[in-house]
Protein backbone atom coordinates (compact mmCIF):
# COMPACT_ATOMS: atom_id res chain seq x y z
CA UNK A 1 0.00 0.00 0.00
CA UNK A 2 0.73 3.54 -0.89
CA UNK A 3 2.89 6.47 1.53
CA UNK A 4 4.60 9.27 2.02
CA UNK A 5 8.63 9.45 3.32
CA UNK A 6 8.05 10.30 7.21
CA UNK A 7 8.80 13.72 8.56
CA UNK A 8 10.13 12.13 12.11
CA UNK A 9 11.34 9.31 13.48
CA UNK A 10 9.98 8.78 16.73
CA UNK A 11 11.36 7.01 20.19
CA UNK A 12 8.93 3.79 20.05
CA UNK A 13 9.53 3.29 23.65
CA UNK A 14 7.88 7.19 24.33
CA UNK A 15 5.20 5.91 20.99
CA UNK A 16 4.48 2.84 22.87
CA UNK A 17 3.35 4.27 26.12
CA UNK A 18 1.32 7.12 24.27
CA UNK A 19 -0.56 4.23 22.26
CA UNK A 20 -1.01 2.32 25.25
CA UNK A 21 -2.71 4.62 27.22
CA UNK A 22 -6.68 4.60 28.23
CA UNK A 23 -8.40 6.81 29.77
CA UNK A 24 -8.17 5.92 33.39
CA UNK A 25 -11.88 4.59 34.88
CA UNK A 26 -13.44 6.67 36.98
CA UNK A 27 -12.72 6.30 40.69
CA UNK A 28 -17.04 6.62 40.96
CA UNK A 29 -19.55 4.56 39.15
CA UNK A 30 -21.18 8.35 38.69
CA UNK A 31 -18.24 10.00 36.78
CA UNK A 32 -18.71 8.50 33.53
CA UNK A 33 -22.61 9.00 32.22
CA UNK A 34 -24.25 9.16 28.89
CA UNK A 35 -24.22 11.21 26.51
CA UNK A 36 -27.52 13.52 27.12
CA UNK A 37 -27.25 16.81 28.88
CA UNK A 38 -24.04 18.22 27.97
CA UNK A 39 -23.33 19.96 24.76
CA UNK A 40 -19.65 18.79 24.73
CA UNK A 41 -20.98 15.12 24.98
CA UNK A 42 -23.81 15.18 23.17
CA UNK A 43 -21.96 16.43 20.09
CA UNK A 44 -19.50 12.93 20.40
CA UNK A 45 -22.27 11.26 20.86
CA UNK A 46 -24.15 12.05 17.66
CA UNK A 47 -20.73 12.08 15.62
CA UNK A 48 -19.80 8.42 16.72
CA UNK A 49 -23.77 6.93 16.34
CA UNK A 50 -23.20 8.62 12.88
CA UNK A 51 -20.21 7.05 12.03
CA UNK A 52 -21.77 3.69 12.83
CA UNK A 53 -25.15 4.49 10.92
CA UNK A 54 -24.45 2.51 8.10
CA UNK A 55 -23.33 -0.57 10.04
CA UNK A 56 -26.86 -1.82 9.94
CA UNK A 57 -26.35 -5.89 11.17
CA UNK A 58 -24.50 -4.64 14.24
CA UNK A 59 -26.11 -3.11 17.12
CA UNK A 60 -25.26 0.96 18.01
CA UNK A 61 -22.02 1.21 20.43
CA UNK A 62 -21.65 1.70 23.59
CA UNK A 63 -20.64 5.21 24.28
CA UNK A 64 -19.68 7.07 27.06
CA UNK A 65 -17.25 9.98 28.16
CA UNK A 66 -15.22 10.60 31.34
CA UNK A 67 -17.08 14.19 32.12
CA UNK A 68 -14.00 14.70 34.88
CA UNK A 69 -11.53 14.95 31.87
CA UNK A 70 -13.65 16.57 29.78
CA UNK A 71 -14.21 19.60 32.20
CA UNK A 72 -10.44 19.43 32.78
CA UNK A 73 -9.61 19.86 28.94
CA UNK A 74 -12.22 22.96 29.05
CA UNK A 75 -10.73 24.40 32.00
CA UNK A 76 -7.34 24.60 30.49
CA UNK A 77 -8.38 25.45 27.00
CA UNK A 78 -10.33 28.19 28.26
CA UNK A 79 -6.96 29.38 30.47
CA UNK A 80 -4.65 29.12 27.27
CA UNK A 81 -7.24 30.99 24.95
CA UNK A 82 -7.39 33.81 27.74
CA UNK A 83 -3.86 33.87 28.16
CA UNK A 84 -3.39 34.25 24.43
CA UNK A 85 -5.43 36.95 24.31
CA UNK A 86 -3.94 39.22 27.29
CA UNK A 87 -0.26 38.35 25.88
CA UNK A 88 -1.78 40.13 22.43
CA UNK A 89 -2.95 42.79 24.32
CA UNK A 90 -0.44 43.48 26.88
CA UNK A 91 2.44 42.44 25.07
CA UNK A 92 1.66 42.89 21.38
CA UNK A 93 5.36 41.87 20.45
CA UNK A 94 4.22 38.13 21.11
CA UNK A 95 3.08 38.19 17.94
CA UNK A 96 6.71 38.33 15.88
CA UNK A 97 7.64 35.19 18.22
CA UNK A 98 8.24 31.71 16.10
CA UNK A 99 5.07 29.39 15.56
CA UNK A 100 6.21 25.55 16.19
CA UNK A 101 4.14 24.56 13.15
CA UNK A 102 5.24 24.56 9.64
CA UNK A 103 2.08 25.16 8.35
CA UNK A 104 2.82 29.14 9.88
CA UNK A 105 6.08 29.17 9.85
CA UNK A 106 6.73 32.32 6.98
CA UNK A 107 7.80 35.25 8.51
CA UNK A 108 4.20 36.66 7.43
CA UNK A 109 2.60 34.88 9.92
CA UNK A 110 4.37 36.56 12.68
CA UNK A 111 4.44 39.93 10.91
CA UNK A 112 1.03 40.33 10.97
CA UNK A 113 -0.71 40.36 14.20
CA UNK A 114 -3.99 39.59 13.23
CA UNK A 115 -2.94 36.44 11.54
CA UNK A 116 -0.35 35.33 14.41
CA UNK A 117 -3.42 35.71 16.67
CA UNK A 118 -5.56 33.23 15.07
CA UNK A 119 -3.10 31.07 13.74
CA UNK A 120 -2.20 30.02 17.41
CA UNK A 121 -5.62 29.82 18.61
CA UNK A 122 -6.61 27.77 15.81
CA UNK A 123 -3.57 25.46 16.84
CA UNK A 124 -5.15 25.86 20.67
CA UNK A 125 -8.44 24.92 19.51
CA UNK A 126 -7.14 21.89 17.42
CA UNK A 127 -5.21 20.47 20.56
CA UNK A 128 -8.23 20.73 22.27
CA UNK A 129 -10.61 19.04 19.82
CA UNK A 130 -7.93 15.98 19.46
CA UNK A 131 -7.49 15.78 22.83
CA UNK A 132 -12.07 16.04 23.18
CA UNK A 133 -12.04 13.08 20.83
CA UNK A 134 -9.52 10.84 23.46
CA UNK A 135 -12.20 10.78 26.22
CA UNK A 136 -14.47 9.22 23.82
CA UNK A 137 -14.67 5.28 25.85
CA UNK A 138 -15.90 3.14 23.16
CA UNK A 139 -14.25 0.39 21.17
CA UNK A 140 -11.37 0.46 19.64
CA UNK A 141 -12.83 1.39 15.98
CA UNK A 142 -15.11 3.72 17.00
CA UNK A 143 -12.78 5.57 18.65
CA UNK A 144 -10.82 5.43 16.02
CA UNK A 145 -13.42 6.68 13.62
CA UNK A 146 -14.37 9.72 16.01
CA UNK A 147 -10.74 10.51 16.39
CA UNK A 148 -9.69 10.29 12.39
CA UNK A 149 -13.41 12.23 11.62
CA UNK A 150 -12.04 14.86 14.49
CA UNK A 151 -8.86 15.18 12.98
CA UNK A 152 -10.10 15.18 9.12
CA UNK A 153 -12.46 18.39 10.62
CA UNK A 154 -9.87 20.00 12.56
CA UNK A 155 -6.71 19.66 9.70
CA UNK A 156 -9.24 21.22 7.40
CA UNK A 157 -10.28 24.18 9.03
CA UNK A 158 -6.48 25.57 9.18
CA UNK A 159 -6.77 29.07 8.47
CA UNK A 160 -3.65 28.09 6.05
CA UNK A 161 -5.78 26.60 3.87
CA UNK A 162 -7.84 29.83 2.50
CA UNK A 163 -6.68 32.45 0.89
CA UNK A 164 -8.97 35.18 2.57
CA UNK A 165 -6.67 34.35 5.92
CA UNK A 166 -3.23 32.95 4.76
CA UNK A 167 -0.78 36.15 5.00
CA UNK A 168 1.91 34.38 2.73
CA UNK A 169 -0.40 33.83 -0.28
CA UNK A 170 -1.65 37.07 -0.38
CA UNK A 171 1.39 38.49 0.42
CA UNK A 172 2.52 36.46 -2.82
CA UNK A 173 -0.16 37.39 -4.85
CA UNK A 174 0.31 40.60 -4.69
CA UNK A 175 4.17 40.51 -5.39
CA UNK A 176 3.04 38.50 -8.69
CA UNK A 177 0.68 41.29 -9.32
CA UNK A 178 -2.20 38.24 -9.57
CA UNK A 179 -0.42 35.43 -11.25
CA UNK A 180 -0.23 33.45 -8.70
CA UNK A 181 -3.75 33.42 -8.34
CA UNK A 182 -4.08 32.71 -12.16
CA UNK A 183 -1.41 29.67 -12.27
CA UNK A 184 -2.99 28.89 -9.35
CA UNK A 185 -6.41 27.94 -11.01
CA UNK A 186 -4.78 26.39 -13.80
CA UNK A 187 -3.40 23.70 -11.54
CA UNK A 188 -6.53 23.39 -9.85
CA UNK A 189 -8.48 22.70 -13.12
CA UNK A 190 -5.55 20.25 -14.21
CA UNK A 191 -6.09 18.41 -11.03
CA UNK A 192 -9.65 18.31 -11.57
CA UNK A 193 -9.40 16.55 -15.15
CA UNK A 194 -6.43 14.19 -13.46
CA UNK A 195 -9.18 13.61 -10.17
CA UNK A 196 -6.44 13.68 -8.39
CA UNK A 197 -3.85 16.23 -6.26
CA UNK A 198 -0.62 16.52 -7.95
CA UNK A 199 2.17 16.08 -5.55
CA UNK A 200 4.87 15.92 -7.76
CA UNK A 201 6.26 17.54 -11.35
CA UNK A 202 5.57 14.51 -12.84
CA UNK A 203 7.06 15.77 -16.12
CA UNK A 204 10.70 15.64 -13.91
CA UNK A 205 10.28 11.64 -14.37
CA UNK A 206 10.13 8.80 -16.71
CA UNK A 207 10.21 5.34 -15.49
CA UNK A 208 12.95 3.56 -16.99
CA UNK A 209 15.26 6.60 -17.57
CA UNK A 210 15.80 8.19 -13.86
CA UNK A 211 13.22 5.91 -11.67
CA UNK A 212 13.41 2.29 -11.96
CA UNK A 213 16.76 1.72 -13.51
CA UNK A 214 18.70 -1.01 -12.60
CA UNK A 215 19.71 -3.19 -15.18
CA UNK A 216 18.02 -5.97 -15.96
CA UNK A 217 15.90 -8.30 -18.00
CA UNK A 218 12.23 -9.84 -18.40
CA UNK A 219 12.05 -13.19 -18.66
CA UNK A 220 8.89 -14.28 -17.93
CA UNK A 221 5.45 -13.03 -18.05
CA UNK A 222 1.46 -14.14 -18.06
CA UNK A 223 -1.56 -11.95 -17.85
CA UNK A 224 -0.61 -10.91 -13.77
CA UNK A 225 3.17 -9.63 -13.99
CA UNK A 226 6.51 -10.12 -15.11
CA UNK A 227 9.60 -11.40 -13.82
CA UNK A 228 12.49 -9.40 -13.98
CA UNK A 229 16.01 -10.71 -14.08
CA UNK A 230 18.74 -8.08 -12.88
CA UNK A 231 21.88 -7.98 -13.72
CA UNK A 232 24.70 -9.35 -11.38
CA UNK A 233 27.26 -6.39 -9.91
CA UNK A 234 29.80 -9.12 -8.55
CA UNK A 235 32.46 -11.58 -9.90
CA UNK A 236 30.32 -14.15 -7.51
CA UNK A 237 27.01 -14.68 -6.57
CA UNK A 238 25.09 -16.53 -3.61
CA UNK A 239 23.99 -19.61 -5.08
CA UNK A 240 20.56 -19.23 -3.77
CA UNK A 241 18.34 -16.63 -6.18
CA UNK A 242 16.17 -13.99 -4.38
CA UNK A 243 13.04 -12.94 -5.43
CA UNK A 244 11.31 -9.52 -4.57
CA UNK A 245 7.19 -9.69 -4.18
CA UNK A 246 6.03 -6.51 -4.26
CA UNK A 247 2.46 -4.64 -3.25
CA UNK A 248 -0.09 -5.03 -6.33
CA UNK A 249 -1.13 -1.86 -4.90
CA UNK A 250 0.87 0.49 -6.36
CA UNK A 251 3.83 -0.32 -8.84
CA UNK A 252 7.10 -2.27 -8.11
CA UNK A 253 9.81 0.47 -8.39
CA UNK A 254 9.27 1.56 -4.37
CA UNK A 255 12.08 -1.03 -4.27
CA UNK A 256 14.18 0.38 -7.51
CA UNK A 257 14.07 4.40 -7.18
CA UNK A 258 17.66 5.55 -7.79
CA UNK A 259 20.62 3.93 -7.52
CA UNK A 260 21.23 5.43 -4.23
CA UNK A 261 18.01 4.46 -2.83
CA UNK A 262 17.23 1.33 -4.95
CA UNK A 263 16.80 -1.54 -2.50
CA UNK A 264 16.77 -4.03 -5.87
CA UNK A 265 20.40 -2.50 -6.49
CA UNK A 266 21.59 -2.95 -2.22
CA UNK A 267 19.96 -6.58 -2.90
CA UNK A 268 22.64 -7.02 -5.98
CA UNK A 269 25.38 -5.53 -4.91
CA UNK A 270 25.65 -7.82 -1.83
CA UNK A 271 26.25 -10.69 -4.31
CA UNK A 272 22.20 -12.22 -4.54
CA UNK A 273 21.03 -13.34 -7.97
CA UNK A 274 17.93 -11.16 -7.84
CA UNK A 275 14.54 -11.68 -9.95
CA UNK A 276 10.97 -8.83 -9.21
CA UNK A 277 7.63 -9.48 -10.13
CA UNK A 278 6.39 -6.01 -11.84
CA UNK A 279 2.67 -6.76 -11.39
CA UNK A 280 0.54 -5.46 -14.61
CA UNK A 281 -1.82 -2.55 -13.89
CA UNK A 282 -4.93 -4.10 -14.11
CA UNK A 283 -7.95 -3.17 -17.10
CA UNK A 284 -10.92 -4.82 -18.63
CA UNK A 285 -9.27 -8.04 -19.37
CA UNK A 286 -8.11 -8.34 -15.97
CA UNK A 287 -11.18 -7.59 -14.12
CA UNK A 288 -12.67 -10.93 -13.58
CA UNK A 289 -9.15 -12.07 -11.41
CA UNK A 290 -9.21 -13.55 -7.82
CA UNK A 291 -7.19 -13.35 -4.82
CA UNK A 292 -5.80 -17.07 -5.44
CA UNK A 293 -5.38 -15.72 -9.29
CA UNK A 294 -2.67 -13.54 -7.62
CA UNK A 295 -1.76 -16.32 -5.58
CA UNK A 296 -1.33 -19.15 -8.43
CA UNK A 297 -0.50 -17.33 -11.37
CA UNK A 298 1.30 -14.70 -9.45
CA UNK A 299 3.52 -15.50 -6.40
CA UNK A 300 3.64 -19.22 -6.93
CA UNK A 301 4.75 -19.21 -10.47
CA UNK A 302 7.01 -16.80 -9.85
CA UNK A 303 8.65 -19.13 -7.36
CA UNK A 304 8.31 -21.43 -10.02
CA UNK A 305 9.96 -19.98 -13.13
CA UNK A 306 13.02 -18.58 -10.77
CA UNK A 307 13.15 -22.46 -9.42
CA UNK A 308 13.34 -23.54 -13.03
CA UNK A 309 15.83 -20.86 -14.13
CA UNK A 310 18.05 -20.86 -11.67
CA UNK A 311 18.12 -24.85 -10.99
CA UNK A 312 17.62 -24.29 -7.22
CA UNK A 313 15.12 -26.56 -5.18
CA UNK A 314 14.87 -23.25 -2.72
CA UNK A 315 15.39 -19.11 -3.08
CA UNK A 316 15.18 -16.82 -0.75
CA UNK A 317 12.10 -14.23 -0.70
CA UNK A 318 10.93 -10.99 0.41
CA UNK A 319 7.15 -9.62 0.09
CA UNK A 320 6.74 -6.03 1.19
CA UNK A 321 3.30 -4.63 2.20
CA UNK A 322 0.52 -6.75 0.21
CA UNK A 323 2.98 -8.17 -1.20
CA UNK A 324 4.14 -10.24 2.14
CA UNK A 325 0.17 -11.33 2.33
CA UNK A 326 -0.10 -12.77 -0.75
CA UNK A 327 3.45 -13.92 -0.38
CA UNK A 328 2.72 -15.66 3.26
CA UNK A 329 -0.53 -16.87 1.49
CA UNK A 330 1.36 -18.78 -1.34
CA UNK A 331 4.00 -20.29 0.48
CA UNK A 332 1.06 -21.76 3.08
CA UNK A 333 -0.29 -22.82 -0.29
CA UNK A 334 2.69 -24.29 -1.18
CA UNK A 335 3.48 -26.32 2.12
CA UNK A 336 -0.20 -27.99 1.85
CA UNK A 337 0.88 -29.61 -1.41
CA UNK A 338 4.11 -30.31 -0.03
CA UNK A 339 6.18 -28.47 -1.69
CA UNK A 340 9.22 -26.80 0.02
CA UNK A 341 10.00 -23.94 -2.14
CA UNK A 342 12.37 -21.39 0.20
CA UNK A 343 15.41 -21.73 2.40
CA UNK A 344 14.02 -17.85 4.35
CA UNK A 345 11.61 -15.30 3.98
CA UNK A 346 11.61 -11.84 4.97
CA UNK A 347 8.60 -9.85 5.70
CA UNK A 348 8.71 -6.18 4.90
CA UNK A 349 5.77 -4.11 6.68
CA UNK A 350 2.90 -6.75 6.08
CA UNK A 351 0.06 -7.71 7.88
CA UNK A 352 -0.76 -11.19 8.76
CA UNK A 353 -3.04 -10.37 11.76
CA UNK A 354 -5.54 -7.55 10.91
CA UNK A 355 -6.92 -7.80 14.47
CA UNK A 356 -5.35 -3.59 14.25
CA UNK A 357 -5.50 -2.56 10.68
CA UNK A 358 -4.08 0.61 11.05
CA UNK A 359 -5.93 3.74 10.19
CA UNK A 360 -7.65 2.05 6.92
CA UNK A 361 -10.17 0.57 9.04
CA UNK A 362 -12.37 3.51 9.85
CA UNK A 363 -12.98 3.24 6.08
CA UNK A 364 -13.76 -0.59 6.28
CA UNK A 365 -16.82 -2.58 7.80
CA UNK A 366 -19.82 -4.75 7.23
CA UNK A 367 -22.23 -2.06 4.80
CA UNK A 368 -18.75 -0.89 2.72
CA UNK A 369 -18.07 -4.54 1.90
CA UNK A 370 -21.52 -5.33 0.82
CA UNK A 371 -21.60 -2.35 -0.96
CA UNK A 372 -18.47 -3.60 -2.99
CA UNK A 373 -19.60 -7.12 -3.07
CA UNK A 374 -22.31 -5.58 -5.23
CA UNK A 375 -20.38 -3.97 -7.13
CA UNK A 376 -17.72 -6.30 -8.37
CA UNK A 377 -20.20 -9.30 -8.34
CA UNK A 378 -19.62 -9.51 -11.85
CA UNK A 379 -16.59 -8.45 -11.95
CA UNK A 380 -15.41 -5.24 -12.56
CA UNK A 381 -12.18 -2.68 -11.33
CA UNK A 382 -11.33 -0.69 -8.14
CA UNK A 383 -10.00 1.87 -9.74
CA UNK A 384 -6.22 3.38 -9.38
CA UNK A 385 -6.78 7.17 -8.55
CA UNK A 386 -9.99 6.36 -5.59
CA UNK A 387 -7.09 4.13 -3.84
CA UNK A 388 -4.51 6.77 -4.11
CA UNK A 389 -6.90 9.64 -2.68
CA UNK A 390 -8.07 7.21 0.09
CA UNK A 391 -4.66 7.05 1.51
CA UNK A 392 -3.71 10.34 0.77
CA UNK A 393 -6.34 11.17 3.22
CA UNK A 394 -4.84 9.36 6.19
CA UNK A 395 -1.91 12.11 6.25
CA UNK A 396 -3.87 15.05 5.08
CA UNK A 397 -1.57 17.74 6.16
CA UNK A 398 1.22 16.06 4.54
CA UNK A 399 -0.69 14.72 1.14
CA UNK A 400 -3.89 16.83 1.00
CA UNK A 401 -3.31 20.43 2.44
CA UNK A 402 0.14 21.22 1.36
CA UNK A 403 -0.58 20.56 -2.04
CA UNK A 404 -3.76 22.76 -1.61
CA UNK A 405 -2.02 25.60 -0.39
CA UNK A 406 1.46 25.49 -2.21
CA UNK A 407 -0.31 24.74 -5.85
CA UNK A 408 -3.77 26.57 -5.79
CA UNK A 409 -3.15 29.66 -3.33
CA UNK A 410 0.34 30.16 -4.30
CA UNK A 411 0.53 29.10 -7.41
CA UNK A 412 3.32 27.41 -7.05
CA UNK A 413 3.95 24.00 -9.37
CA UNK A 414 4.89 20.94 -7.22
CA UNK A 415 8.39 19.89 -6.82
CA UNK A 416 10.39 16.89 -8.15
CA UNK A 417 10.25 14.17 -6.10
CA UNK A 418 10.41 10.53 -6.75
CA UNK A 419 9.14 8.55 -4.22
CA UNK A 420 5.83 11.10 -4.40
CA UNK A 421 6.04 10.64 -8.20
CA UNK A 422 5.52 7.03 -7.54
CA UNK A 423 3.02 8.06 -4.73
CA UNK A 424 0.78 9.48 -7.66
CA UNK A 425 1.56 6.60 -10.21
CA UNK A 426 -1.55 4.39 -8.99
CA UNK A 427 -2.75 0.85 -9.56
CA UNK A 428 -6.79 -0.12 -10.48
CA UNK A 429 -6.90 -3.78 -8.46
CA UNK A 430 -9.68 -6.20 -10.05
CA UNK A 431 -13.14 -5.80 -8.42
CA UNK A 432 -13.35 -9.46 -7.24
CA UNK A 433 -9.23 -9.88 -5.95
CA UNK A 434 -10.08 -6.42 -3.47
CA UNK A 435 -13.50 -7.72 -1.94
CA UNK A 436 -12.21 -10.80 -0.78
CA UNK A 437 -9.21 -9.07 0.52
CA UNK A 438 -11.61 -6.49 1.86
CA UNK A 439 -13.74 -9.51 3.62
CA UNK A 440 -11.43 -12.07 4.62
CA UNK A 441 -8.20 -9.92 5.84
CA UNK A 442 -9.31 -6.73 6.92
CA UNK A 443 -13.15 -7.25 8.17
CA UNK A 444 -12.85 -10.91 9.43
CA UNK A 445 -9.20 -11.16 10.24
CA UNK A 446 -9.22 -15.06 9.18
CA UNK A 447 -6.06 -15.45 7.70
CA UNK A 448 -4.38 -15.94 11.64
CA UNK A 449 -6.92 -18.61 12.21
CA UNK A 450 -5.88 -21.75 11.11
CA UNK A 451 -7.80 -23.50 7.96
CA UNK A 452 -10.24 -20.76 7.69
CA UNK A 453 -9.54 -20.23 4.56
CA UNK A 454 -9.33 -22.24 2.01
CA UNK A 455 -7.14 -20.69 -1.21
CA UNK A 456 -6.54 -22.28 -4.39
CA UNK A 457 -7.66 -25.57 -3.19
CA UNK A 458 -6.07 -25.95 0.16
CA UNK A 459 -6.54 -24.97 3.32
CA UNK A 460 -4.44 -21.99 4.94
CA UNK A 461 -2.64 -22.80 8.21
CA UNK A 462 0.38 -20.01 8.06
CA UNK A 463 2.00 -22.02 10.75
CA UNK A 464 3.38 -24.37 7.85
CA UNK A 465 5.81 -21.99 7.14
CA UNK A 466 8.25 -23.19 9.34
CA UNK A 467 11.62 -21.50 7.54
CA UNK A 468 13.92 -18.78 8.97
CA UNK A 469 12.17 -15.56 8.93
CA UNK A 470 12.27 -11.78 8.99
CA UNK A 471 10.03 -9.50 9.53
CA UNK A 472 10.13 -5.96 9.52
CA UNK A 473 8.09 -3.36 10.99
CA UNK A 474 8.51 0.90 11.20
CA UNK A 475 7.31 2.55 14.73
CA UNK A 476 4.98 5.26 12.66
CA UNK A 477 3.46 2.88 10.40
CA UNK A 478 -0.14 4.59 9.95
CA UNK A 479 -0.78 1.62 7.10
CA UNK A 480 0.69 -1.66 9.14
CA UNK A 481 0.55 -0.52 12.98
CA UNK A 482 4.17 -1.61 14.52
CA UNK A 483 2.32 -4.18 16.81
CA UNK A 484 0.11 -5.23 14.36
CA UNK A 485 3.63 -6.19 12.43
CA UNK A 486 4.13 -7.86 15.29
CA UNK A 487 1.25 -9.73 15.85
CA UNK A 488 2.18 -10.94 11.87
CA UNK A 489 4.98 -12.76 12.98
CA UNK A 490 4.81 -14.18 15.81
CA UNK A 491 2.40 -16.23 13.25
CA UNK A 492 4.95 -17.59 11.64
CA UNK A 493 6.61 -20.06 13.04
CA UNK A 494 10.74 -20.22 12.08
CA UNK A 495 12.87 -22.83 12.05
CA UNK A 496 13.72 -24.70 15.36
CA UNK A 497 17.65 -23.18 14.86
CA UNK A 498 16.67 -19.65 13.81
CA UNK A 499 12.96 -18.85 14.43
CA UNK A 500 11.38 -15.59 13.34
CA UNK A 501 13.46 -12.64 13.92
CA UNK A 502 11.64 -9.16 14.31
CA UNK A 503 13.11 -5.68 13.77
CA UNK A 504 11.58 -2.43 14.26
CA UNK A 505 12.26 0.71 12.22
CA UNK A 506 12.61 4.16 12.96
CA UNK A 507 10.06 6.68 10.68
CA UNK A 508 6.97 5.26 8.19
CA UNK A 509 5.63 2.48 6.22
CA UNK A 510 8.33 3.87 3.35
CA UNK A 511 10.36 6.12 5.07
CA UNK A 512 11.45 3.22 7.43
CA UNK A 513 11.33 0.71 4.99
CA UNK A 514 13.18 2.31 1.97
CA UNK A 515 16.39 3.64 4.38
CA UNK A 516 20.24 2.47 2.28
CA UNK A 517 22.68 1.82 4.60
CA UNK A 518 24.98 4.66 2.84
CA UNK A 519 22.86 7.53 3.99
CA UNK A 520 23.08 6.76 7.78
CA UNK A 521 19.70 7.55 8.81
CA UNK A 522 17.62 6.88 11.52
CA UNK A 523 17.80 3.87 13.95
CA UNK A 524 16.32 0.32 14.31
CA UNK A 525 15.50 -2.06 17.72
CA UNK A 526 16.59 -5.41 17.76
CA UNK A 527 16.19 -8.36 20.56
CA UNK A 528 18.84 -10.90 21.10
CA UNK A 529 16.29 -13.56 21.49
CA UNK A 530 14.81 -14.98 18.17
CA UNK A 531 11.84 -16.49 20.29
CA UNK A 532 8.85 -13.70 20.08
CA UNK A 533 7.20 -13.08 23.67
CA UNK A 534 3.67 -12.48 23.92
CA UNK A 535 3.16 -9.09 23.64
CA UNK A 536 4.73 -6.09 21.85
CA UNK A 537 5.55 -4.27 24.73
CA UNK A 538 7.74 -6.72 26.34
CA UNK A 539 9.63 -7.03 23.37
CA UNK A 540 10.44 -3.56 22.95
CA UNK A 541 11.67 -3.17 26.70
CA UNK A 542 14.14 -6.28 25.81
CA UNK A 543 14.94 -4.63 22.58
CA UNK A 544 18.23 -2.55 22.05
CA UNK A 545 18.57 -0.10 19.18
CA UNK A 546 20.96 0.68 17.13
CA UNK A 547 21.42 3.71 14.30
CA UNK A 548 21.60 3.59 10.99
CA UNK A 549 19.75 1.15 8.57
CA UNK A 550 18.00 -2.29 9.04
CA UNK A 551 19.00 -3.11 5.60
CA UNK A 552 22.26 -4.33 6.88
CA UNK A 553 20.98 -6.46 9.84
CA UNK A 554 18.84 -8.15 7.21
CA UNK A 555 21.34 -8.68 4.72
CA UNK A 556 24.06 -10.21 7.12
CA UNK A 557 20.27 -12.48 8.48
CA UNK A 558 20.34 -13.48 4.54
CA UNK A 559 24.17 -14.27 4.18
CA UNK A 560 22.90 -17.53 6.28
CA UNK A 561 21.25 -18.48 4.05
CA UNK A 562 22.88 -18.50 0.78
CA UNK A 563 23.72 -21.74 0.35
CA UNK A 564 27.43 -20.76 -0.72
CA UNK A 565 28.55 -18.97 -3.98
CA UNK A 566 28.96 -19.51 -7.60
CA UNK A 567 30.08 -17.58 -10.43
CA UNK A 568 27.62 -14.80 -11.62
CA UNK A 569 25.46 -15.88 -14.42
CA UNK A 570 26.48 -14.49 -17.43
CA UNK A 571 23.12 -14.85 -19.45
CA UNK A 572 19.74 -13.82 -18.47
CA UNK A 573 17.08 -16.67 -18.42
CA UNK A 574 17.33 -19.92 -19.71
CA UNK A 575 16.85 -22.36 -23.09
CA UNK A 576 13.37 -22.20 -22.16
CA UNK A 577 12.97 -18.61 -20.24
CA UNK A 578 14.33 -16.25 -22.59
CA UNK A 579 14.75 -12.42 -22.72
CA UNK A 580 11.70 -10.79 -23.89
CA UNK A 581 12.35 -7.09 -22.73
CA UNK A 582 15.16 -5.07 -21.33
CA UNK A 583 13.67 -4.16 -17.61
CA UNK A 584 11.67 -2.42 -16.77
CA UNK A 585 9.09 -3.65 -18.75
CA UNK A 586 6.09 -3.14 -20.53
CA UNK A 587 3.79 -3.92 -17.58
CA UNK A 588 4.95 -1.07 -14.97
CA UNK A 589 4.53 1.41 -17.54
CA UNK A 590 0.54 0.81 -17.61
CA UNK A 591 -1.68 3.69 -16.33
CA UNK A 592 -4.58 3.28 -14.50
Not at 380 to 385: H, I, S, T, V
Not at 534 to 554: F, I, N, Y
Amino acid sequence: MAGRADRRAAQPARRTRRAGARAEPAAQAGAQTSATGNPWLSMWSSLAESLHATEQSTAPPHFSVDTQRVSELQRHYVEQLSGLWREFIEHPDKASEPIRDSRFADPAWQGNPLASFYARAYLLNAEFMNRLAETVETDRRTKRRVKFAVSQFVDAASPSNYLALNPKAQKTLIDSGGESLKAGMVNLLKDMQKGKISQSDESAFEIGRNVATSEGMVVYENRLFQLIQYKPLTARVRARPFLFVPPSINKYYILDLQPDNSMVRYAVEQGNTVYLMSWKNPHEAEKHLTWDDYLDHGAIEAIHVVQEITGARQINALGFCVGGTILACALAVMFARGEDPVASLTLMTSLLDFEDAGLLEVFIDEAHVRMRERQFAKGGLMPGKDLANTFSSLRPNDLVWNYVVSNYLEGRQPPAFDLLYWNGDGTNLPGPMYCWYLRNMYLENKLRVPNALKCCGQPVDLGRIKVPTYVFSAVEDHIVPWKAGYASARLIPGDKAHGTRFVLGASGHIAGSINPPSKNRRSYWVASDTSLPATADVWLHDAREKPGSWWADWDAWLKQFAGGERAAPKSYGSAKYKVIEPAPGRYVKEKA
